[in-house]
Each structure stands twice: as structure tokens, then as C-alpha cells.
């Protein structure tokens, strides 16, 4: 069975930082992984993206102040986010897409074939 739990979510005031941890159990080899977030009544968006090469992408929005890391000796994916702003609160997701499929860039999120269940950031003014 496969899982995603994600960690490290916390409420922090603006220019504050985070990290994001996320376990993967059960799923192992080569896959493109993104961490997505969802803001009340908003899509959720993808915010970070990192290829099967390691190589990251990200969002306009968040560019210069996240950065999406993988190690794979203890299949984990992490986000550490400097600088936060109250525009980042949202509920935040680990996603996974299919095994030994490799994506470069950003990707949609009809794309994912695992999601973990959530972490809520918070950044307050």
C-alpha cells in the first residue's frame, strides 16, 4: 500500500520560514513527485515541482523563496520555504505520479497517481 504523509506545517508570522517533509512508504524507483497547495476556495496549484534527474521547478509565485529537495536514500521529499507571506496559507500536498515517469517542468495535477493527505500552513501579517 502506497503512502504519502507529509509533515512540517505550522501557523508563522509573514517573512518566516517552514520546512516541509514528505515520507513516501510503499513506492519506490524513478517518479516525478510535486508538492501542490489549496487555498480555500481556490484550485488547488502546483508550487514546486522536482524531475526523476532531481532538477526543480517552480511557480512564479514562490520562486526565490522555496526549495524543493528530494532524498532518496530515505524516500522523502521536503519543501523548505523562506519568506513566507499570508498569500502562501493553504493546505499543502505531497503528490506522485505514476512509476518510471519522468516529467521536467510543471505538470497538472490530473497527472498525480498519489497524494498524501495534507499539512496546513498558516503565515499571518
Known amino acids: 500500500q502506497v503512502q504519502l504523509v507529509e509533515s512540517g506545517g505550522g501557523a508563522v508570522q509573514a517573512g518566516g520560514s517552514l520546512r516541509l517533509s514528505c515520507a513516501v512508504y510503499?513506492?519506490?524507483?524513478?517518479?516525478?513527485m510535486a508538492w501542490f497547495r489549496q487555498a480555500p476556495g481556490k484550485e488547488r496549484e502546483g508550487v514546486s515541482f522536482?524531475?526523476?534527474?532531481?532538477?526543480?521547478t517552480y511557480a512564479d509565485s514562490v520562486k526565490g523563496r522555496f526549495t524543493i529537495s528530494r532524498d532518496n536514500a530515505k524516500n522523502t521529499l521536503y519543501l523548505q520555504m523562506n519568506n513566507l507571506k499570508p498569500e502562501d496559507t493553504a493546505m499543502y500536498f505531497c503528490?506522485?505520479?505514476?512509476?518510471?515517469?519522468?516529467?521536467?517542468?510543471?505538470?497538472?495535477?490530473?497527472?498525480?497517481?498519489?497524494w498524501g493527505q495534507g499539512t496546513q500552513v498558516t503565515v499571518s501579517s
Open positions: 522536482i524531475g526523476c534527474d532531481g532538477k526543480p
Open positions: 510503499g513506492y519506490y524507483g524513478w517518479y516525478s
Open positions: 503528490a506522485a505520479v505514476a512509476p518510471n515517469v519522468c516529467y521536467s517542468g510543471s505538470w497538472s495535477a490530473s497527472l498525480v497517481k498519489f
